[in-house]
């Protein structure tokens, strides 16, 4: 196992310091390959802030409970906050490289929301880069120098990661909603193709490689509507355009606009439309 790290003040108990907005109290790396297992257990936590990236290999967390076991792989970073519960080990097996960084201070909430670490989320990925390598060492390097002024400097480096971060964070997210835009963009065009015929909302989900319940959720956040409610109302839509326009009877339109039941697409019309079709059709005249 191959392990670096540099402490303030060479102490290696933890601190809570409200002096200034950002101090870092220490940073590490550990890179297993021969070495079976490194676990870490603290059930009351720590009093400062702490960040492990994931650089290789995968690290196994227990958020909450000892018995809940989370994967964490490569590419992501999982934030402490003080005094929650820390359970987490490495094995040599997965051939797991981390860094991490202990950090205080009056401002850190404020800081670590403004660079995109949501108070709800434990979890963030931000990808692999050596860039976020080389400032953790140079970190490591400072705690291990002490040189002029090595405490401001370590803070700004510490600010140069988590903007990185922030810009991978907020690529990331940038890309979820394009995504997102794109394949609910082609659903409702999709539905507007097809209203007339029978549609599928679990099968048109599937086909786009999507859960049921996370495909209506979005579509609703999307059109403000779930899926269904957005068919029926192109349908009654376009049959008090039919009947409003043409003189095709009812059970015409009905079967027109996608329903085989005429009683049921009456009862559904009056219910949106505050009218029967027949009624609608009369006050047209």
Known sequence: MYINSGYKNNSFL?????????????????????????????????????????????????????????????????????KEFQKYEYYGIDKTEVYWIHFTGRDVKNILRKYGFSDDRRIFPVGISLEYEHIFKRIILELQRCQDDYE???TLLLRHLLIIFHRELSKEHKLKNEYLDREMEMAEAYFNENYNRAVNIEEYAASRGMSVSWFIRNFKKHAGTTPMQFVTSIRITNAQMLLETTNYAVNEISRIVGYDNPLYFSRLFHKLKGCTPSQCRKERL
């Open 152 to 154: 401001e400097m370590m």
């Open 14 to 82: 933890d601190f809570k310091d409200k002096s200034r907005p950002l101090i870092v109290g220490s940073c590490g790396t550990y890179r297993l390959s021969s070495h079976l297992r490194l676990p870490t257990y603290r059930p009351r936590g720590r009093v400062d802030f702490q960040i492990i990236y994931i650089a290789s290999g995968r690290a196994y967390f227990h958020f909450g409970s000892p018995e809940d076991e989370t994967i964490v792989t490569a590419g992501n970073i999982v934030l402490f906050r003080p």
